[in-house]
């Protein structure tokens, strides 16, 4: 990926750059949450009328739809109903990847850098942590990991992403 010196960077490509950098973070770290899940994880219910694992990400893909829209100056959130769980997560990194798209291109983002963050992403990231506890309390834990030696790229929002660096029990 072709990226400018930060010397050479405004403020706004700075923002924009991290911003970036903080969906690549969340593709990854969505992704480790995800991988593995059996079908049936999405439906496993931590007690009566908590949402399920497949509601929440459906959760989050309505949070990305909306940030996609908050990118082209729209303030614009619609619920949908969760899909089965592959679709959710499809979906997610789909959605994602529209996202970072809209942070990528060179025309002015309808909100700011910082308001999509506070808004949608960093929503996003509370979710994803929402269902790695769910893995634990299903059964089916995702192991720890040291984040800070995690190879995160700015750019890559897919469900490929590197290999942990340091995982523990």
Not at 64 to 85: F, I, N, Y
Not at 99 to 104: L, N, T
Not at 105 to 128: M, W
Request: charged fraction near 25%; glycine fraction near 8%.
């Amino acid at each position: 990926m072709e990226t400018k010196d930060q010397g050479d960077m405004t403020p706004t490509d700075i923002k924009r750059q991290f911003l970036r950098h903080t969906l690549a973070t969340l593709a990854y770290r969505a992704r480790k949450a995800v991988a593995g899940a059996p079908p049936d994880f999405g439906t496993f219910r931590a007690c009566p009328g908590s949402r399920t694992p497949v509601e929440i990400l459906a959760h989050i893909g309505d949070l990305l739809d909306w940030a996609v829209c908050l990118t082209r100056g729209q303030h614009v959130w619609k619920d949908s109903v969760p899909q089965e769980w592959e679709s959710e997560v499809r979906r997610f990194f789909d959605t994602l990847r529209l996202v970072d798209d809209a942070v990528r291109n060179t025309e002015p983002l309808g909100f700011s850098a910082e308001k999509l963050f506070q808004g949608p992403v960093a929503d996003a990231l509370t979710h994803i942590g929402q269902i790695s506890m769910l893995r634990r309390l299903s059964g089916m834990p995702v192991k720890g990991e040291n984040y800070f030696k995690a190879e995160i790229a700015v750019g890559r929002v897919t469900p490929e992403q590197a290999p942990p660096a340091y995982e523990f029990e």
